[in-house]
């Protein structure tokens, strides 16, 4: 202990830690709340009464919209008198009449141009028809006849051409017309059919192609359209 004394006059001393001194007050804005001691970060202000609100962030404008925009396509609906497809098969026998009624044009238009020819050649072997008045050859008539029967296989040739062209068409007329055609060749050609000489492969064919054809227009003309579906506008 010290055993000096203070002067005289003087009050005695203490060992004590001295007072920390005051922190100077945070400077801001006049009229804006002083920031608390030891924030790191600047506060929000609150602007005084009166004082102009702040201006707004401007919006940001719309996005830019594609020229072109995908839309769903329009849904399948009902349709009064909509019809189903027309089949593979039925297409299948329209192509063998078109076919068929090519082949058969070619053979009618070589007919009715040999028509002439083979009638001179009679004419000139055979002379005329005796008996008969008028000058009747046997040439003129067997060309008249090849040019007659020259004449019905054009107009049935072409009767299988528009047949066969409706059906690919899927046309009602064109599958009645085909359906009338195949019935009378195929009975044509079936009636052929009784003997077994050189041309019984052949006539067995186009009665086969004939049979077809019948089949494929009567019982497969358009596809099954099942119960309740939903026809797509014609």
Do not use: C, K
């Amino acid at each position: 202990m010290d055993d000096r004394m203070p002067p005289e006059g003087q009050p005695e001393s203490r060992d004590a830690t001295p007072p920390p001194e005051p922190e100077p007050p945070a400077s801001g804005p006049i009229g804006w709340p002083e920031q608390p001691a030891g924030a790191d970060a600047p506060t929000e202000a609150t602007p005084t009464p009166g004082a102009p609100p702040p201006a707004a962030a401007a919006a940001p404008p719309p996005p830019a919209q594609p020229a072109f925009q995908w839309q769903a396509p329009a849904p399948a609906v009902a349709v009064a008198g909509a019809r189903a497809p027309r089949t593979t098969l039925s297409a299948a026998g329209g192509v063998v009449l078109l076919a068929l009624g090519i082949i058969g044009l070619l053979f009618g238009v070589l007919f009715l141009a040999s028509a002439a020819l083979i009638g001179q050649l009679i004419r000139d072997y055979y002379g005329e028809i005796p008996n008969v008045t008028d000058q009747i050859t046997a040439g003129g008539v067997v060309g008249g006849v090849i040019a007659f029967f020259a004449v019905l296989v054009i107009a049935y040739s072409v009767a299988y051409i528009l047949g066969g062209i409706g059906v690919l068409r899927s046309a009602e007329w064109g599958r009645w017309l085909g359906i009338v055609v195949a019935v009378i060749s195929g009975l044509i050609w079936g009636s052929g059919l009784t003997g077994s000489g050189e041309g019984f492969a052949f006539g067995l064919v186009m009665f086969l192609a004939h049979l077809y054809v019948f089949w494929a227009l009567v019982f497969r003309w358009r596809e099954p359209v099942p119960p309740g579906a939903m026809m797509p506008p014609a």
